[in-house]
């Protein structure tokens, strides 16, 4: 099973990404999915996650009403949008997957599988 990060980049305060996680090796809809971060210095951040049905989205309070997790089964992707970005919200950017899983998780130790990241940049 592979994960593959797309989307990162460079934008100012106030702009958007969408951030995509494409699973390779395994069928999506069979697994829970979340988003982590990390910025330098800091501990690797719970973002969002969801449970294999793609219900029961959960979000980081730093990111709610901001961020918006969703998947596509069909093409086995997760996507993450987010908007009004922050300088805050800079950091290396992980997709995770658990096929163990039945519901969505914060805990990033529940997740075997994990994405190389994508790097979010946001200037003030």
């Known amino acids: 099973v592979q994960l593959e990060e797309s989307g990162g980049g460079l934008v100012q305060a106030g702009g958007s990404l969408r951030l995509s996680c494409v699973i390779s090796?395994?069928?999506?809809?069979?697994?829970?999915m979340a988003w982590f971060r990390r910025s330098p210095g800091k501990e690797r951040e719970f973002v969002a996650s969801?449970?294999?049905?793609?219900?029961?989205?959960q979000y980081a309070d730093s990111v709610t009403g901001r961020f918006t997790m969703s998947r596509a089964n069909a093409n086995n992707m997760n996507t993450l949008e987010m908007n009004n970005l922050k300088p805050e919200d800079t950091a290396v950017y992980y997709c995770?997957?658990?096929?163990?899983?039945?519901?969505?998780?914060?805990?990033?130790?529940?997740?075997?599988?994990w994405g190389q990241g994508t790097q979010v940049t946001v200037s003030s």
């Open positions: 969801c449970d294999w049905t793609g219900s029961n989205v």
């Open positions: 995770a997957a658990s096929i163990r899983l039945d519901y969505s998780s914060t805990n990033p130790i529940l997740y075997e599988h």
């Open positions: 090796g395994a069928t999506l809809s069979t697994y829970a």
